[in-house]
């Protein structure tokens, strides 16, 4: 059901999810709940009514019937405040009007016992709070308790704690496998808490109600959501069900088997009703073959060779005529099993087609015809530097009869040379104008324009003293002091 308190609804388009964790007072999200769904039929006689109403506790798990002897008409989420132990106790109301009926009669209760407790009033402010302060102690209770059960050495776990709305009882809830004598332990509890100790056994089953969960189905565990009393569940409901005798896989949180193995076990057992019970192995020619599983859904029973791991199905109406052949003495030469044609659809492999070139994306395209342009660029300039460094080897071949060789320097010999023959043309170097010693620096800066190879100068150092300028087709060598 769903909750009206706003807290549990959508929010911009998404589940805000419950707020109250639970426990709001709507009883929408409460766990354990019940859908009232006599409410809104009429009755003849409104005063045969039922005057008991089902309040729970704790968040659903603990729920307990109470006698409405006042003028007041409680409605389901209303909360109550109802007699307690020496005391009184706050719950909310669960089950109201001939739905409880229905509910005392399946716990076998007296409508008219004298037994039942009486509703007080409804809860005021100041019952909730005094309700709120005393379940706050909870949690530190439970952890101290544990630790006075463990200097006791007891052989228990102690599973909850739940204390009255009044504060004035606390009942404890354990677990164990064998008696436990606790009294030593009621009165260091006495003591420790001051209030009164009522002590519960429950089982594992319980336990895993109150400790809430999911179960491997992917939904919350039966027991703390709507499953109320427990039966018993043994292995052979696995066993009418064809299922695997695993204990891992059997076993719920509670460490017993699960007990949804139960809710079928009506069908199956219904079903295999109409199997023959003394099939478990049949005589043939070849050898005696043996019974391994019934299918109730298709109406038919697999068997198996001892000399094969093949299982054969057969129908009911063979495996009945290959035994009443054996009571004859006579042994079929084939088990003739039938052909299994399986109902779930076949699946097509998808059909992939070859779609190279024929879809074009613009981006992609522009970014391969920027990378093509790319590539192409660099293999140009690539080949035009290697064509650089192959022209000046070529062009020191003299043409035209050699040209005139000049040596006009001052002090060293080895000024510039000039190649006139031809079309190989070397321009002169600059000056090397540092102290000391004149250097020639070799040629750095190569240009190759319209078949004619041409070297510029250097760049000239002004840094010392002796300076020698390149040759403008005059002798003139200067030396500057």
Not at 94 to 113: A, C, F, P, W, Y
Not at 118 to 145: W, Y
Not at 307 to 336: A, F, H, M
Not at 359 to 382: A, C, D, F, P, V
């Amino acid at each position: 059901m769903g909750c009206g308190s706003g807290g549990c609804g959508t929010k911009n388009g998404a589940p805000g999810g419950c707020q109250d964790h639970g426990s709001c007072s709507t009883g929408g999200c409460n766990r354990m709940n019940v859908h009232d769904w006599l409410a809104n039929l009429p009755f003849s006689d409104p005063e045969s009514n039922c005057r008991v109403i089902e309040v729970s506790f704790n968040n659903g798990s603990r729920k307990d019937f109470f006698r409405n002897t006042t003028l007041q008409y409680f409605e389901k989420g209303d909360m109550v405040a109802v007699e307690g132990i020496s005391g009184f106790d706050v719950g909310m109301v669960n089950i109201t009007g001939e739905l409880v009926r229905l509910q005392m009669k399946k716990h076998e209760v007296d409508e008219k016992s004298p037994d039942i407790k009486k509703v007080l009033r409804r809860a005021g402010e100041a019952d909730i709070n005094k309700m709120k302060e005393s379940k706050a102690r909870e949690a530190q209770m439970l952890i101290r308790s544990r630790a006075i059960a463990r200097q006791l050495n007891l052989d228990m776990k102690m599973a909850e704690v739940e204390i009255q709305a009044d504060g004035r009882k606390a009942t404890y809830f354990y677990i164990a496998d064998d008696r436990v004598d606790f009294r030593e332990l009621i009165k260091l509890y006495a003591a420790e808490f001051k209030v009164k100790v009522e002590m519960r056994q429950i089982g594992a089953r319980q336990e895993a109600g109150k400790v809430g969960g999911i179960g491997s189905c992917g939904r919350e565990l039966c027991c703390s959501s709507w499953l109320t009393d427990f039966k018993s569940v043994n292995t052979n409901a696995a066993r009418y069900q064809n299922l695997s005798i695993n204990q891992t896989k059997l076993s719920g949180q509670c460490g017993r088997l699960k007990c949804c193995l139960n809710y079928e076990l009506d069908t199956y057992m219904d079903a295999l009703q109409f199997f023959p019970d003394d099939a478990d192995s049949i005589e043939t020619a070849r050898s005696r073959a043996f019974l391994v599983k019934k299918d109730i859904f298709k109406n038919l029973m697999w068997y198996t060779m001892p000399d094969s791991n093949k299982q054969y199905p057969l129908t009911i109406e063979r495996v009945r005529k290959i035994k009443e052949l054996n009571r004859q003495g006579i042994k079929p030469e084939e088990l003739e099993p039938v052909e299994v044609v399986s109902s779930k659809p076949k699946e097509i492999e998808p059909v992939y087609a070859d779609v190279v070139g024929q879809i074009s994306l613009k981006s992609l395209e522009k970014t391969s015809r920027k990378r093509r342009e790319n590539e192409r660029n660099q293999q140009q300039g690539n080949n035009r530097n290697r064509q650089g460094d192959n022209r000046p080897q070529q062009g020191n071949r003299q043409q035209g009869g050699g040209g005139n060789q000049q040596n006009r320097g001052g002090g060293q010999q080895g000024g510039n040379q000039q190649n006139r023959g031809g079309q190989n043309q070397q321009k002169p170097q600059q000056q090397n104008r540092g102290g000391g010693q004149n250097q020639q620096r070799p040629n750095l800066n190569q240009q190759n324009r319209g078949g004619q190879n041409q070297q510029k100068p250097q760049q000239p150092n002004r840094g010392g003293q002796n300076q020698q300028r390149p040759n403008s087709g005059k002798p003139d060598n200067r030396e500057k002091k």
